[in-house]
């Protein structure tokens, strides 16, 4: 049975840093993980999706990278803007589509 | 629409009460899933909608929750007798095409029930 987890649970630091949140899976035989975000009271945003094929994924400020053979992902947040605070969540896709329980993101300003 | 739309945002009712949710996907998206999130957990899979197969309805906790898509587009999540630890959110998504091959999911604003 494939299991997600996110640590740490929950990150502060200061604006302006670049910061790391991992994702490790169990199961290596994925299709794909997707990375989202969810401000309170919110649903989730998609901010990146890596096919199985694929190592790393970019979009402005972010960098999101895939390990297959360990189980592994990390999102990159380079130069941290408080507006960046959330709850980070990686999913993986292999029958089904499961969840971290998410990274809370603070980012002091 | 543009995005996957839900309603409502907030329903409060009365314990034994039935409720509908409902979640119009993005068009032309083929799989529609439903999850829970209750307050400080994590994202429980409900079911799973692809097309005109059959849907995985693995997740439901019970059988007073019941979900139907009509015409492979708009879905609604029934719980019929609602109890009070039915109270969370309730998010839907969609994406292109499930299985394998799919593309980037979406998720709706959600519905948050509370159930006095």
């Known amino acids: 049975k494939q299991e997600v987890t996110q640590i740490p649970a929950a990150l502060s630091v200061p604006e302006g840093e670049n910061l790391v949140l991992n994702c490790s899976f169990t199961?290596?035989?994925?299709?794909?993980l997707q990375w989202f975000r969810q401000d309170p009271g919110k649903g989730l945003t998609s901010l990146l999706l890596i096919q199985s094929s694929q190592r790393e994924q970019t979009s402005g400020r972010l960098n999101a990278s895939l390990d297959k053979s360990s189980g592994r992902s990390t999102l990159y947040i380079a130069a941290s803007q408080p507006g960046d605070s959330a709850t980070y969540l990686c999913a993986v896709r292999d029958d089904k589509i499961i969840f971290g329980k998410g990274t809370r993101l603070h980012i002091l300003p | 629409g543009a995005g996957v739309s839900q309603s409502p945002s907030n329903k409060v009712t009365e314990k034994g009460k039935d409720v509908e949710l409902r979640c119009d996907p993005i068009?032309?998206?083929?799989?529609l899933y439903w999850y829970r999130q209750s307050l400080g957990q994590g994202l429980e899979f409900l079911i799973y909608f692809q097309g005109n197969s059959a849907p995985d309805k693995s997740g439901l906790p019970s059988d007073r929750f019941s979900a139907e898509r009509t015409g492979g587009s708009v879905s609604t999540l029934t719980i019929q007798r609602t109890q009070q630890e039915d109270s969370a959110v309730y998010l839907c998504?969609?994406?292109?095409?499930?299985?394998?091959?799919?593309?980037?999911?979406?998720f709706g604003e959600g519905s948050r029930l509370t159930v006095l």
């Open positions: 199961d290596s035989a994925i299709y794909n």
């Open positions: 068009s032309g998206h083929t799989a």
């Open positions: 998504a969609s994406s292109l095409v499930g299985g394998p091959n799919t593309g980037e999911l979406f």
